[in-house]
Each structure stands twice: as structure tokens, then as C-alpha cells.
């Protein structure tokens, strides 16, 4: 398992459109995938877990990716929320 800080960069932070193409990035990936903040911690393929967490631009999140790929799942889904 590996575990990542990351601070969003995206505008507006994680509402509908950003969170709905977060979440297709996941679907590339077997591994497990989640995404927290604070002490809650969700499915990253979840979209209404993830608007549930209410991210904002320059917030801090814990991603996290268990399975055969899940290096890459960290790298592209860190990507993903800082360079947008």
C-alpha cells in the first residue's frame, strides 16, 4: 500500500466536473484507490464519497492505492490534482 500528501491544485477544488474526472482516471486502475481528508477517508471511485469530503483548491489530501498497480495510480491521480 502507498500512501501520498498532495495539495489540490485544481480550480475550485474537487465539485462535480473535477471529481467526475478524477474518477475516470481511476477506472484505468485495479488496484484499490481511496482519498481523505482530515480523519475521513473514501473510494475514490466514489463520486458522491468524494464530493461528501467537500475538497477545496490548496486543501491537503491523503491518497492512497493498494494493488499490482498502484504506484501508477498514486502518479497519475497526484498529477491529476495538482496540475489542473
Given at each position: ?13 474537487l ?5 467526475t ?12 484507490l481511496?482519498?481523505g481528508?482530515g480523519t ?10 468524494m ?12 491518497i ?15 498529477e ?5
Open positions: 500500500m502507498i500512501r501520498r500528501e498532495v495539495s489540490v491544485g485544481l480550480q475550485g477544488g465539485v462535480y466536473d473535477t471529481a474526472g478524477f474518477i475516470q482516471r481511476t477506472t484505468g486502475f485495479r488496484s484499490r481511496w482519498i481528508q475521513r477517508e473514501v473510494n475514490a471511485k466514489s463520486l458522491l464519497g464530493l461528501s469530503l467537500g475538497i477545496k483548491k490548496g486543501d491537503t489530501v491523503t492512497a492505492a493498494d494493488g499490482p498497480d498502484e504506484e501508477e495510480a498514486i502518479t497519475s491521480l497526484e491529476y490534482l495538482t496540475n489542473q
